[in-house]
């Protein structure tokens, strides 16, 4: 072992590359669950095109995935990757600028010929050269001959013995960080065992050609030790947002002793959330799949009005295809949940790339005063926890609730302490008990919720509807009845907040400046705030997660700053409505609209910025 | 016997129906609340889902559970609350702006879906809520607010859409005839399926007499084919004219004339499926052929909620995963208890409400 170079680090990202039919996503996928199986804090970052196959071997093709790994808590797939794998010279230039400064490139050299360096668009022959990528540690491996030497027993034809291409990197990887092998052949087995013996050998013969490749030629490429992080006792399991979304509405079914229903309508990058659902016939899961958004929202009022947890996801195009049912749900005052797994806009825009731009939509963006509780998701994992609450809110207030995540939360992964049912709350819907007294809006007076009759109940029989009503559901219209109503309607909102704890602070509570964050930005705020404290800074974060309404001590906690920095994925939403709600303060804003999340180097830098202005 | 012993009184709520005197929808709710009462199922089990529209004002007239929605989406919302508890009565009310123009995606899908609700389409060829404007049923050239110079475009045929939409029943009703209305709805109420009610309305303020070439008492048996399950499509005061094929088209023809019999006559088989001939039997029109009545299309398929009731039991039967705790700890799960480890905080205790 002597020639072998072994670098011990306290945490890793690792960024595949390829086209986007080579299967980097998979090949990401699987080494970051063996990572997290290995002990390691994960965070991924899968980032792909679009187009389900853009044309072959250019850059608008190309699909990456980001995972970064290690010893202590990992809150961000990472800036900057220490080692890229490129299948070809496309992924190269796609991902030049991402690198960190000396990081390892493992390339395919058979792919970096004249044809696909055209494809690419380079400018010369010499792509390493050209990017100023010569300072690096490149590590060329032919890895097209060598999977084509390692199955030129097995009768494949070319085309299967290609797609194989990615074990060879994904056993090269493994060997470099020295993850063992037994979960991948399980899922290899598991997935072709039965269907197709011989892909699932193909696929394992080249694992393992490229870990020994690795082993073999240890003089050249260098070997990585990640210790496992100490974290939590307890079961772990990978998670994404989206599926943690799905099983946050599960658990509230089962605890609020309902069926739970979604109508929904595919929408990357949320349709997984529905698919999640639709999975879930075992646990009794009725999904309908509509012919649009606006039938998505519309059977989950239905199903809403017949007394189920009713549940819809969608992205921005869709939520703004129902708002106007949305507007329907305030005004019937029925439970239901919405989800927006948001994405880069307007119209149709960025639809695989993460943003923050539809809460002033979600917020405002409906006919009439039309008011709904808005939540936001910080982490892949607490999507759960927020479903979870957002159905407990709708369920106990009888309000409609919107839980916005995005498309970073969704598709990143990170693993996931599991709690056991008896961990999370009671949920109580507010089921009506006696028909004598009964009349649809009648309210709690503390709360100002209604009560919850469903059809097949017997002696509840009411009306209820799209108009502005009575006490018992009929049509009213007098002047002094719709100023009354729709000032309880924002009122049960705003009463929302008795449910919710106070806004935390992460370090000192008070200081030189005060950094908001909200929803999927977390991870990236909080390794720059807490890098700034380590450098011995007086900055603190404030996060929401409530963001309609908005925590109790909110202004109390902004006041004990000397400035105030909003930074959002978006051109200053929050930021806005802060001062809206909470005037008097001089709110600075960090914003940024490229579809991508914030670097937690560029945080800081601005924040320098702004502290010594 | 019968369990209840409702009349169509007890259908009836105390809110004062405010359709014009003289509209036709109040015939077709009478017609609806008798059906209701003669189905003997518990009235707590009804729900009535309308959309926006003059006929969709009709939940808050029944004493059922009732939702009146927005425009077009009665469909999608009843399909919601039929998927959601399939042992529910679901009846949605709606009309020809409401389920053909703004709704349509959603009453196209209702029917492919075959989900097991009644839809009845009050067709009174013009938009009258918003006072007089065209409507996807309104016949070509006509004249209203927003065509002053006349439509320049075809209207839906809405037994065809219906059927384009692998639709599995389609009836047809006429509102000065309670009587057929009734027999007409109690027939779709009985059907397992989406069943779709085709009524033509008469908006007295803004479509006057619209259907009345069809509806005029004096002509019901020259003008309407009367369609009945396993009887001859024959019709006329003398009951002597009769519908056959001829080269693929069908034909009016008199009994006694040309050597024409009873036997020669058409038979009605709605429970066939026969797409064609139920086709051209809902595009029969004056003055060429009387205008078919009642059930046209009456066949089998599978139910939706049913279906998705069966597919959940199906999979229930045979589940290894049972409750939330084991879904959470099913698949690739590890476990950590190292001696640097930290006991386990709650979520909602550290982050939530206690």
């Known amino acids: 072992m002597k020639n072998t170079k072994v670098i011990e680090l306290e945490e890793v990202a690792i960024r595949f590359s390829g086209d986007s039919g080579d299967g980097m996503q998979l090949t990401g996928t699987l080494f970051s669950d063996t990572s997290a199986l290995f002990g390691n804090d994960i965070s991924t970052f899968p980032d792909y095109p679009s187009e389900i196959r853009a044309p072959q071997g250019t850059v608008a093709g190309v699909s990456g995935f980001q995972v970064q790994f290690g010893k202590n808590k990992i809150t961000t797939p990472g800036d900057l990757a220490h080692v890229l794998v490129a299948m070809n010279p496309a992924a190269l230039k796609a991902n030049a600028a991402f690198l960190n400064p000396g990081a390892s490139i493992i390339f395919d050299v058979d792919s970096f010929s004249g044809k696909n360096l055209e494809k690419a668009q380079y400018k010369t022959d010499d792509p390493f050269t050209e990017l100023k990528l010569n300072d690096y540690s490149l590590i060329p491996v032919p890895i097209t001959s060598l999977t084509k030497e390692s199955l030129k027993d097995l009768e494949l034809d070319n085309k299967s013995i290609l797609r194989c291409k990615n074990m060879f990197a994904l056993g090269l990887i493994c060997w470099m960080f020295d993850r063992p092998l037994d979960y991948i052949e399980g899922f290899i087995q598991k997935k072709f065992g039965k269907k197709s013996p011989l892909v699932a050998e193909a696929n394992l013969a080249v694992l393992h050609s490229g870990y020994n490749y690795g082993m073999n030629l240890q003089h050249m490429t260098p070997q990585y030790i990640v210790h496992p992080a100490p974290i939590e006792k307890g079961i772990y399991r990978n998670i994404n947002g989206n599926n943690a979304t799905a099983w946050g509405f599960i658990a509230a079914a089962e605890k609020a002793g309902l069926e739970l229903f979604i109508g929904s309508y595919p929408i990357t990058p949320a349709t997984e959330v529905l698919q999640a659902l639709a999975e879930r016939k075992d646990l009794g899961v009725k999904s309908f799949q509509a012919e649009d958004e606006i039938a998505g929202i519309c059977t989950t009022i239905g199903a809403a009005f017949a007394g189920h947890l009713a549940v819809t996801s969608t992205s921005g195009p869709g939520f703004a295809l129902k708002s106007e049912a949305l507007g329907l749900s305030v005004m019937a005052e029925l439970p239901i949940v919405v989800v927006n797994v948001q994405r880069g806009g307007p119209s149709t825009g960025l639809p695989t790339k993460t943003e923050q731009s539809d809460l002033l939509q979600t917020l405002y963006g409906r006919n009439g005063e039309s008011p709904v509780v808005v939540l936001a998701a910080s982490t892949p994992s607490d999507c759960f926890y927020y479903a979870f609450l957002a159905a407990k809110i709708a369920l106990e207030r009888m309000v409609p609730v919107v839980l916005l995540t995005d498309g970073f939360l969704g598709n990143g992964s990170e693993p996931w302490r599991v709690p056991s049912m008896s961990e999370l709350p009671s949920i109580t819907p507010r089921k009506a008990k006696n028909p004598e007294t009964y009349l649809p809006y009648n309210r709690n007076p503390e709360t100002l919720a209604r009560e919850w009759a469903i059809p097949g109940m017997e002696g509840f029989e009411h009306r209820i509807g799209g108009l502005e009503k009575n006490n018992a559901g009929g049509v009213n219209q007098d002047p002094e009845n719709h100023q009354r109503n729709s000032e309880m309607r924002a009122a049960k909102v705003e009463k929302v907040v008795e449910m919710f704890p106070e806004l935390e602070v992460t370090g000192d509570s008070e200081g030189d400046l005060l950094v908001v964050g909200w929803g999927g930005t977390y991870g990236h705020m909080i390794s720059s705030v807490q890098s700034m404290q380590d450098a011995g800074k007086k900055v603190s974060l404030a996060h929401f997660n409530y963001i309609k309404p908005l925590p109790k001590n909110t202004a109390e906690v902004f006041s004990k700053f000397k400035k105030i920095v909003v930074c959002e994925l978006n051109l200053g939403q929050f930021a806005s409505y802060l001062r809206d709600k909470l005037p008097g303060f001089n709110y600075h804003q960090v914003n940024k609209m490229k579809g991508l999340p914030f670097s937690v180097n560029e945080l800081v830098e601005n924040f320098e910025k702004i502290m010594e202005a | ?354």
């Open chain 2, 1 to 354: 016997m019968t369990k209840f012993n409702y009349t169509a009184k007890d259908f009836k709520s105390t809110a004062e129906v405010r359709w014009c005197p003289g509209c036709g929808d109040y015939a077709i709710m009478n017609a609806v609340q008798k059906t209701m009462a003669d189905m003997d199922i518990a009235h707590k089990d009804f729900a009535v889902i309308s959309g926006i529209g003059c006929s969709s004002r009709f939940p808050y007239y029944m004493s059922t559970y009732g939702f009146h929605t927005i425009h077009g989406r009665a469909a999608a919302i009843a399909s919601g609350v039929k998927s959601a508890n399939p042992a529910l009565t679901v009846w949605v009310m709606t009309g020809d702006g409401d389920s053909l123009a703004i709704g349509g995606n959603h009453f196209i899908h209702l029917v492919r879906r075959n989900i097991d609700l009644n839809l009845v389409l009050f067709n009174n060829k013009i938009y009258g809520l918003t006072k007089g404007q065209y409507s996807p049923t309104t016949d070509r050239g006509m004249v209203t607010k927003t065509s002053p110079f006349g439509t320049i475009e075809d209207s839906f045929v809405p037994g065809q859409l219906v059927l384009g939409s692998r639709g599995t029943f389609f009836a047809r009703a006429i509102d000065n005839n309670i009587k057929h209305t009734q027999e007409v709805l109690a027939d779709a109420a009985q059907h397992k399926g989406t069943s779709v009610v085709e009524v033509l309305q008469n908006c007295v303020i803004f479509n006057d007499g619209i259907h009345e070439h069809i509806s005029d008492p004096k002509f019901r048996a020259e003008r309407q084919l009367f369609l009945k399950s396993g009887q001859p499509m024959i019709f006329g005061e003398q009951e002597d004219k009769g519908l056959i094929l001829e080269k693929g088209k069908l034909k009016v023809v008199k009994i006694g004339e040309n050597g024409i019999t009873r036997e020669d006559i058409l038979v009605h088989e709605p429970k066939e499926d026969n797409l064609g001939l139920q086709v051209a039997l809902i595009n029969m029109a004056l003055p060429e052929f009387p205008v078919a009545m009642g059930v046209i299309r009456s066949v089998e398929a599978p139910v939706y909620d049913q279906e998705m009731k069966k597919q959940i039991e199906t999979v229930q039967a045979k589940r290894k995963i049972t409750c939330m705790d084991d879904l959470l700890q099913s698949g690739n799960t590890w476990t950590v208890e190292g001696e640097n480890c930290d006991e386990p905080v709650k979520f909602f205790n550290n982050k939530c409400f206690g």
